[in-house]
């Protein structure tokens, strides 16, 4: 992907991890969303960062702040309560998947998508929850980066042992509710139509913020450029 000048960019490997590093005092700690779920640690964590990055390298999910791919925020030490933390859904929760939805993503969802039978018969079973945590809580761009990941896990979801990978933004965002409202919606109608991209009809949730996107579009569009 093309350079953008940044004062914030640095190639500077001291100042990350590497992809095989799994360092803790770097990483958020698992918020709301993540609570009482099976947090992803070590190894596991590892993998599906290192597959997270090559599916947002695909996607071009980028922070368009620091100029790279946007799973590097994880490595970047000078931000270190920042990034995406992952937990495999526990079944029995009480905000788990509706059963009854994922019997209708069975149908949506075409079972050449996805790994296996995984969707055969009793639809979605597998469920990994990401939780993203910006830098700030001011940053603008975290409605559309929490979109474009939402969008790259479940497009590409053929990379991956997850059935449907949901997002949200963690709750120190001064706009989470209005965000993960959003992708709640895009959620939903995900799994009614097996499209990604599918928007929601009613145009709820819709998140006005201010600065760029990476794609160089006004954030205050409910379209995110991936």
């Known amino acids: ?44 964590h590892l993998a599906f960062h290192r597959l997270t990055r090559d599916c947002f390298e695909e996607r071009k999910v980028y922070d368009m702040t620091f100029n790279y791919n946007l799973a590097r925020l994880n490595l970047d030490t000078r931000h270190g309560s920042a990034g995406f933390r992952y937990a495999v859904e526990r079944g029995d929760a009480t905000d788990a998947v509706d059963p009854a939805e994922a019997i209708e993503a069975a149908d949506a969802i075409d079972p050449a998508d996805v790994d296996g039978d ?58 989470s509710e209005a965000v993960n409202d959003r992708l709640a919606e895009l959620e939903a109608a995900y799994l009614e139509t097996g499209d990604v991209e599918e928007e929601p009809n009613d145009g709820v949730g819709a998140v006005a913020t201010e600065g760029k996107t990476n794609a160089g579009g006004p954030s205050g569009s409910a379209d995110a450029p991936f």
Do not use: K
Request: proline fraction near 8%.
């Open 118 to 175: 995984a969707v055969a018969g009793s639809g979605v079973d597998r469920v990994l929850r990401a939780e993203f945590t910006p830098t700030t809580a001011f940053c603008p761009q975290t409605h559309t980066l929490t979109i474009g990941a939402f969008r790259a896990w479940n497009g590409l979801s053929d990379r991956h042992e997850y059935d449907f990978v949901r997002v949200r933004a963690a709750p120190m965002h001064n706009q």
């Open 1 to 44: 992907m093309p350079g953008f000048p940044s004062p914030f960019g640095s190639d500077d490997g001291d100042l990350f991890d590497g992809y095989d590093e799994f360092v803790e005092d770097d990483l958020p700690r698992p918020g709301r969303f993540l609570d009482g779920h099976d947090a992803l640690t070590g190894a596991d």
